[in-house]
């Protein structure tokens, strides 16, 4: 499928969606701490969405054979790696928390994620969180007019492979505008100058997953959340990134 080109205006709307995505997560990411129930950053969600007037991307969400996604944020603990849903679990010393979060504003959506430590965490969680965000940058330096996707992927790869992390292969990065998932998939891993041509007018989300074992994963039985296969730590990061004729413009930014 072609890839829709974005026009300035279009862009403007995913700016202001993408900005109060950034803002949430923010509040959320400042929640985060021992003894919290996660079930309580959906109520977040859905108190501030409520608040700046806008709709909560994945809540309903049905893709494939899933059942709808119950929640108005995905929130991933320790060996989770995305698409948890957020229940009544209580975070403990030395948990590592992603969060991912969508906003729809005036029909454009914003997708951004984070991975936030709960207290204090060991040192190789620690490495791998900033890793993760280490590899999210490194792909979107990577998505300049005229790259490839294969730029982006190698980016991300040998970023992280050369930290000693593997890249996980079974979810990746995707176009977005009107429809949170739109062409062209954007893998983490790749081959430098392979891969369609970025345009000026695409934007797309850019989203590393990083695990601290093996690149597998499984699903658990809720058929939503997806975990390492081997119980190794993940994280995750993201960013909906617009590619501008002058180089990449974040547009998850608070």
């Not at 951004?112 to 590899?135: D, F, Q, W, Y």
């Not at 590393?208 to 499984?218: H, V």
Request: net charge negative.
């Amino acid at each position: 499928m072609p890839v829709e080109l974005k026009s300035r205006d279009e862009i403007a709307l995913m700016r202001e969606a993408g900005r109060i995505v950034a803002q949430v997560l923010e509040i959320l990411a400042a929640e985060v701490r021992p003894g919290l129930n996660v079930r309580r950053l959906d109520e977040i969600v859905r108190e501030e969405y409520r608040r700046r007037n806008v709709i909560p991307t994945f809540l309903g969400y049905a893709p494939g054979n899933a059942p709808p996604y119950p929640a108005t944020v995905c929130v991933s603990i320790n060996d989770q790696i995305v698409h948890g849903i957020p229940r009544d679990r209580i975070l403990q010393e030395g948990d590592i928390v992603s969060i991912d979060l969508g906003a729809t504003y005036k029909g454009f959506v914003g997708d951004a994620a984070i991975t936030v430590p709960c207290g204090n965490v060991s040192p190789e969680a620690m490495r791998l969180i900033e890793a993760t965000k280490g590899a999210l940058w490194a792909g979107i330096n990577a998505a300049q007019p005229g790259a490839r996707l294969g730029d982006i992927g190698a980016a991300v790869q040998e970023y992280a492979e050369s930290r000693g992390f593997s890249v996980v292969r079974d979810f990746v990065g995707h176009g977005i505008g009107r429809h949170m998932h739109e062409e062209p998939s954007v893998p983490n891993y790749g081959e430098r100058g392979k891969g369609r041509r970025l345009q000026p007018g695409w934007v797309i989300a850019i989203e590393p997953m990083l695990n601290a074992g093996r690149p597998e994963t499984r699903v658990g039985p809720d058929r939503w959340t997806i975990y390492t296969a081997d119980g190794s730590l993940s994280a995750h990061f993201e960013h909906t990134v617009a590619i501008t004729e002058h180089g990449p413009e974040v547009l998850t930014l608070p």
